[in-house]
């Protein structure tokens, strides 16, 4: 009976190590990055909030099956960001500041982010409130941020400010395939398979420089054609770093992977640098470390190398792109 009762109590300590470092990742994200009210901070970025960083927050407790944080994340968003004419969000919180959400605006994949883990957070929870949060902020995405544009359906980066009439702005690390599949699965509309297909036509034609890589910030003209955006760097860095995570998401097979593919083939894994100039190829002067480097193992097909276990000195920035990286690696 004692040796029985060791071996279950063994089993137990074992289970419990299991599920303690399956959860390391977030919980590492959690006492790091979360307020006591939910609200996420961009440690990289003087502790600002956004959409974004709430987006992620709730898409991780929802993989966590973190249903205290999830609802904790949830309800500061709503309090603090919700614009109650548009159904979106202001993209910025910045704390201590008189009017902490001066800028109106609303960012396009801030709004996706929280529609998807509301999406998610209703179908693994049976909790009908978080779908129907979750259809009127798609429905509000539909209407404000959604054009069709040179033939295609796009997703602009914002309600405001993009749509320049002789072109838009696009920003393409807002093309988030996972979730417009899953809007699409959801609400049979149209528009959601309309934007991958457009958003799968476009990629291709992003290809710029010797390089073949997207720029953060595109321009797409009335004629259909495309070039880096006027006013941002044109390089391929930490906004696009993400169009690769999200393909994959979407697509682990991706034929769309391949120019991420040959450019980082060209470097040793640690000696990558973070980004590069498409248009002269001038590139950082220090490597990709972190969630970065993560993307890049993943597309690489180097999945040896990746973890939920972040290392001390990442910012919140670096910590969500590795946790995000784990999350699509897991979810094929």
């Known amino acids: 009976m004692t040796l029985l009762r060791a071996s279950v109590l063994m089993i137990a300590m074992m289970l419990g190590c299991a599920q303690a470092s399956a959860a390391d990742g977030w919980n590492s994200f959690k006492s790091r990055f979360m307020t006591s009210e939910g609200r996420i901070q961009d440690t990289g970025n003087k502790n600002i909030s956004h959409t974004e960083g709430q987006g992620y927050g709730m898409l991780l407790a ?82 404000k941020e ?17 749509n320049k009439t002789s072109y838009v702005v696009l920003n393409p690390s807002y093309f988030l395939f996972p979730a417009w599949r899953d809007f699409a699965a959801r609400s049979h509309l149209k528009v959601w398979t309309n934007l991958i297909d457009s958003g799968m036509d476009l990629l291709p034609k992003m290809r710029f420089g010797d390089a073949s890589l997207p720029t953060d910030w595109v321009a797409l003209n009335a004629d259909g054609s495309v070039a880096p955006a006027i006013g941002w760097p044109p390089r391929f860095s930490y906004d696009a770093i993400r169009v690769p995570l999200y393909v994959y998401w979407y697509d682990a097979q991706s034929l769309q992977l391949v120019p991420f593919q040959h450019f980082w083939m060209s470097f040793s894994r640690d000696k990558t640098p973070a980004w590069i100039d498409v248009t002269n190829s001038n590139k950082a002067p220090y490597n990709m470390a972190g969630g970065l480097l993560a993307v890049r193992d993943l597309t690489m097909n180097q999945t040896g190398y990746l973890s939920d276990q972040l290392t001390e000195n990442q910012d919140y920035y670096s910590a969500s792109l590795q946790l995000l990286t784990w999350l699509a690696y897991k979810s094929h």
């Open 62 to 143: 929802v993989a966590n099956n973190d249903r205290a944080s999830f609802d904790s994340l949830w309800n500061w968003t709503q309090k603090h960001l919700k614009d109650p004419q548009s159904g979106l969000f202001y993209w910025k919180y910045v704390p201590g500041a008189v009017d902490p959400v001066a800028d109106k605006n609303s960012a396009s994949d801030g709004d996706i982010l929280i529609a998807w883990a509301l999406l998610k957070a209703g179908q693994k929870w049976q909790n009908n409130a978080y779908l129907q949060a979750s259809d009127r902020i798609q429905r509000a995405i539909v209407d």
């Open 146 to 162: 959604v054009v069709s544009y040179a033939g295609h359906t796009v997703l602009l980066p914002g309600d405001k400010g993009f």
